[in-house]
């Protein structure tokens, strides 16, 4: 591969300690009795296969999950009158006829997306209850990626030990006891659809063979909810599983198997689909998932359970240790549900902070990898056959924020699940744009897709009057997904990854662009119709969400032109694409700040300051993006701030996680901390908030009342922003600290320009630090203080940093309609240096007293 600067050093980092070794602490989610619901349970994945485990004494429950099995097929759903409505709604938009452009818009409406699927139970039966056991414990060891159950019945102990392996592509369960012959339980397999049998093969060999719906019904009112079509559309996939004990005897029931009096069993089971591509059928072109199947379970089962075991550590923990972070004690002694709540009653736990860093990224780790499809909505674990929106990919944030932990928390392997994805958005949005809007160049994504990667709007066609274009009308996903591929070359510096993956991506988004950008009546280059996603402002009494240029469009293609003319000059590409896009870039509609000294959302002044909307889209720029910063645009950033002040702090799980890091750019270590506690508020069973959204027992965010594992993912984000922070052309170590974290450690963070951070804090202040180059070239670092180093020569930083993968922003423009005085920023101090690194080279600093 060719990396930008010098060559690459090994891909794993041996990270050099700000102190001696000490030993690692426990990162344990753990609890006294088991799993009473799904919310309950913990998960356990290898991106392809997730189960959740309930850890029931005389039942067990294993939930399992394909992250490919959906229902039905490719569907494009484009609408071939599109060009005639879009027309239309540009037409009554710039005469102001706003309501009439909401209604046209409808016309847009397409089917919606696919339903992502649960695959079946496995259930372990046992002959005694949980009245009969005592000293119970269920954990989930994410150092080892592994779940166990134990207990005691009648002074035998029993042990289940579980994981599911990426190796070797299974699940494996292992049930063992004090003593001989004390292990005896029956094995039944389901599954939650309903077109499905079950084959015993052999006292040791169970197969469920079952097939999908062919639609789940997006609506409740819908008169067919669920339909299973035997010869047509509708994916196939079998569930494979086998015993192997030590000592006892096999036994076979009616659609069951067993074992009687073993000393010890391995369980193992394996699944697949007929999935073949986003643009193939699974039926009439799919794969059989027999064999498939089969030849995983046949090969695992070749080994025993400490070589799996061995195999899948191996893999796991060559990502998952990559980071530590020691934010304070873990508090063993209590049960993680316990620590929610006693978090939320005011006892300080910063080692739960750290915990739940760490849980972000084992569930990504967890729920999809190169070569699978993205995470979706809830990662990879769905008990229903409707669950909420789907379990989709809602792509105006949600599946944006499965990813923002993928580059600086070390995992960056991670993001290309996102990445192969967007191809096959590509080749369908490139139809859905010259379909539905008459664009011949690029392609696009709207708000809704599935694994079939459908691009077109959703909305229920003629039939559902809910439809509406508040998240309809928004062909924005794939402009913000090309952020995600930029964000990956500056934190690696891989031209080649640049040049053959990233640059058609973009190119691509950015051709759309350029055709969908309209002229208003003073000239700026405009979105028409245009929305700030799921949201709508209130005009003369009425409810509307299209108008034009809201500043969630423009802050999404000011953006994606920046990117555009910094990826061509390292490409050294020059040629009339990016002409244009050069030429667009000072005629976008800018930012403007509105009477009431806020971030304008739209294109006219029409915010409310009692607008608690969960979407702040408009604040974009903030972050992810970097074009609104305290440093460069203090008016834009006073401006963000008294947005997020008129939307207030309680949303959903997902919206509290973006507050996070909108605070932590903003430099308000404490508001931020503010936000993460918020989101950790425990809304399982034992507590009166249940139904609210918040953090369920088994840590898994909520949202509207239901898991959204987004919030998950973007929380960890949040707190590697609070330590360090690289988007305003410099690396800003602990740049958001918050005062309940006064000390701490942290290793293995990742910021643009290919550097890796260890560092160590206390009382607030920073101690010492370690920066891995692995590009090489000039690293440009801020602290708080001032830095020596032993290794190297520091210098004042002076002008544009000359590193290409960490340049500051662009220079904005804005409008200043302000009525009242701007929200003052905190005050930023620190001293920026400079010094030359080479590729594979680490250097050590201290902190002058």
């Known amino acids: 591969m060719k990396f930008f600067g010098l060559i690459v050093f090994a891909s794993v980092v041996f990270l050099i300690s700000c102190q001696p070794h000490k030993e690692l602490q426990p990162l344990m989610l753990w609890y006294d009795e088991p799993a009473q619901s799904w919310q309950e349970a913990l998960p356990l994945g290898n991106g392809l296969t997730g189960a959740m485990v309930f850890g029931g004494v005389g039942a067990e429950q294993f939930l399992l999950n394909d992250n490919t099995l959906w229902s039905g097929g490719p569907v494009p759903g484009n609408r071939e ?9 540009r037409e009554a938009v710039f005469a102001g006829n706003y309501a009439e452009a909401d209604r046209l818009w409808r016309g847009m409406h397409g089917p919606y997306s696919a339903r ?31 779940s166990e159950v134990s207990f005691t019945v009648d002074g035998v102990q029993y042990t289940r030990e579980s994981f599911v392996s990426h190796p070797d592509q299974v699940l494996a369960v292992k049930l063992s006891a004090s003593g001989k012959a004390n292990i005896t ?40 909810q669920v339909l299973y079509d035997s010869d ?29 009096g073993a000393d010890e069993v391995l369980l193992l ?41 061995e195999r899948h550590q191996a893999d796991y923990r060559g990502f998952f240790d990559r980071v530590e972070l020691d934010l304070g004690p873990q508090l063993v002694n209590y049960p993680t549900d316990e620590r929610l709540l006693r978090l939320n009653a005011g006892n300080p736990d910063p080692g739960l902070a750290a915990l739940y860093f760490q849980y972000g990224r084992y569930l990504m780790i967890a729920s999809a990898r190169p070569g699978t499809p993205p995470s979706n909505l809830q990662g990879i674990w769905n008990p229903f056959v409707q669950p909420p929106w789907g379990s989709n990919y809602t792509i105006n944030i949600n599946t944006q ?18 990445f192969d994805f967007m191809e096959g958005l590509a080749v369908n949005g490139a139809v859905t744009a010259r379909t539905n809007y ?22 229920g066609e003629d039939w559902d009057f809910r439809g509406s274009p508040r998240w309809s009308a928004w062909p924005m996903g794939g402009v913000w997904f090309t952020q995600h591929l930029w964000e990956h070359f500056l934190h690696n510096g891989d031209l080649e990854f640049l040049e053959q993956k990233a640059w058609p991506l973009m190119q691509g988004s950015a051709e759309f662009l350029l055709n969908w950008l309209i002229e208003d009546q003073n000239g700026y280059l405009v979105t028409n119709p245009s929305t700030s996603p799921e949201n709508s402002f209130n005009l003369n009494g009425q409810q509307i969400a299209i108008s034009m240029a809201s500043t969630m469009d423009m802050s999404l293609i000011r953006e994606a032109f920046s990117i555009i003319l910094q990826a061509a000059d390292m490409l050294n590409i020059s040629n009339s694409f990016t002409q244009s896009v050069r030429e667009a870039i000072p005629r976008l509609y800018p930012f403007h700040i509105g009477r009431l000294g806020q971030l304008q959302e739209w294109y006219r002044d029409w915010d409310d300051p009692n607008d608690s909307h969960r979407h702040i889209s408009h604040l974009y720029s903030l972050h992810p993006g970097n074009q609104i910063t305290p440093l460069y645009t203090p008016e834009l950033a006073m401006a963000a701030m008294q947005t997020l002040e008129h939307r207030g702090d309680y949303s959903t799980g997902w919206s509290m996680a973006w507050k996070l890091n909108w605070w932590a750019r903003l430099k308000d270590g404490n508001k931020a901390y503010e936000m993460f506690k918020s989101g950790l508020t425990y809304v399982g069973r034992k507590s009166e908030l249940r139904g609210r959204d918040g ?8 949202a509207h009342g239901a898991v959204q594992i987004d919030g998950n993912f973007g929380g960890t984000a949040g707190i590697a922003e609070l330590l360090v922070q690289s988007h305003e052309g410099y690396i800003h170590l602990l740049p958001a600290l918050p005062d309940a974290l006064p000390s701490g450690e942290v290793k293995g963070l990742v910021v643009r320009g290919g550097f890796v951070i260890d560092m160590k804090w206390e009382n607030g202040m920073l101690e010492s630090a370690v920066i891995h180059s692995r590009l090489g070239g000039i690293c440009r670092i801020k602290v708080n203080g001032t830095l020596t180093s032993r290794d190297v020569k520091l210098v004042p930083a002076a002008g544009d940093n000359p590193n290409p993968l960490l340049s500051r922003p662009d220079p904005m423009t804005f409008v200043n309609n302000a009525a009242v005085p701007l929200l003052e920023l905190n005050h930023d101090p620190g001293n920026i240096y400079d010094f030359q690194t080479e590729a594979g080279r680490s250097y050590r600093f201290r902190m002058m007293n």
């Open 438 to 459: 008459g664009i011949e160049k690029g392609w696009l994504a709207s708000h809704n897709t599935d694994i079939w990667a459908k691009t077109s709007p959703t909305g």
């Open 185 to 224: 339980f029956d094995v039944r397999l389901t599954s939650e659809l309903e077109y499905y049998t079950l084959r015993v093969v052999s006292a040791d060999y169970l197969i469920l063979e079952g097939k999908a719906p062919s639609y789940v019904a997006h609506r409740d009112h819908e008169p067919i």
């Open 269 to 309: 089971v394996s699944g697949a689909t007929s999935f073949n591509g986003f643009d193939r059928s699974p039926v009439f072109e799919g794969v059989d998932p027999a064999p498939i199947a089969r030849e995983r379970l046949a090969a695992a089962a070749q080994m025993p359970f400490g070589t799996l075991l």
């Open 116 to 146: 992502y699927l649960p695959m079946g139970n496995l259930f372990l039966d046992f002959p005694f209850s949980q009245e009969d056991a005592t000293g119970y414990r269920r954990s989930l060891d994410l150092r080892r990626a592994m």
């Open 232 to 260: 047509g559309e509708g994916m196939t996939f079998e569930i494979h599983l086998r015993l192997i004990p030590t000592g006892g005897e096999l036994t076979a029931h009616n659609g069951s198997i067993g074992v009687k």
């Open 695 to 702: 953090t369920g027992p088994n840590l898994f965010t909520n």
């Open 401 to 418: 924020m499965n990813y923002w932990p993928a580059e600086i928390t070390n995992l960056p392997e991670f993001h290309h699940s996102l």
């Open 81 to 89: 009158r599109g060009p005639e409505v879009l027309a239309a709604v």
